[in-house]
């Protein structure tokens, strides 16, 4: 027993030392949204969908929650919203082909369709963006017309 209560004083320092430290902030400019906003023209209701379930992972800017402020949880979601915007960055959106795009909005398409996006572990802290089958069909219509967009672009030689 007392080399229980031992064990568990030394996490609880380690715990309370490691609140000291934590991964940078995913704090880029709001602005960097606006090219990836031209290019492909979401109706407002769908630039809605995009903020709320979006943008957190997959760009630039992340909005924290409070429970960011706990280490070991603030690595996992930098390493969450690191692996987002590795798969798709909407602040990096004139950095990609049109093919990339198109096959960027391809994979958007799919996972929406299949309610893979946005992911469980984001639902559950943030509610408000799971998905109804409205918005789903907004979202898929929207990238619909944006693949026809890029469709019709030259190809390079």
């Known amino acids: 027993m007392k080399n229980l209560k031992k064990i ?5 320092v380690l715990f309370a030392v490691a609140q000291f430290f934590g991964p940078e902030k995913n704090q880029g400019e ?11 023209n979401p109706p407002e209701d769908v630039v809605f969908i995009l903020k709320e379930t979006c943008f957190d992972c997959h760009s630039s800017v992340t909005r924290y929650p409070w429970y960011d402020k706990i280490t070991p949880v603030n690595y996992w979601l930098a ?7 590795k798969e798709f960055n909407i602040s990096a959106w004139d950095d990609y082909s049109t093919k990339k795009k198109d096959h960027k909005f391809k994979e958007l398409i799919e996972l929406v369709e299949k309610k893979e996006m946005p992911l469980k572990s984001y639902t559950y802290a943030h509610p408000e963006a799971k998905l109804t ?14 693949r026809f967009k890029y469709s019709l672009e030259p190809k390079p030689q």
């Open 133 to 146: 089958d409205t918005q789903i069909a907004a979202i898929m219509d929207w990238g619909k017309k944006v």
């Open 79 to 85: 390493d969450h919203i690191a692996e987002g915007k």
């Open 30 to 40: 709001v602005s960097s949204f606006e090219s990836f906003l031209e290019d492909t």
């Open 8 to 12: 568990l004083l030394i996490l609880l």
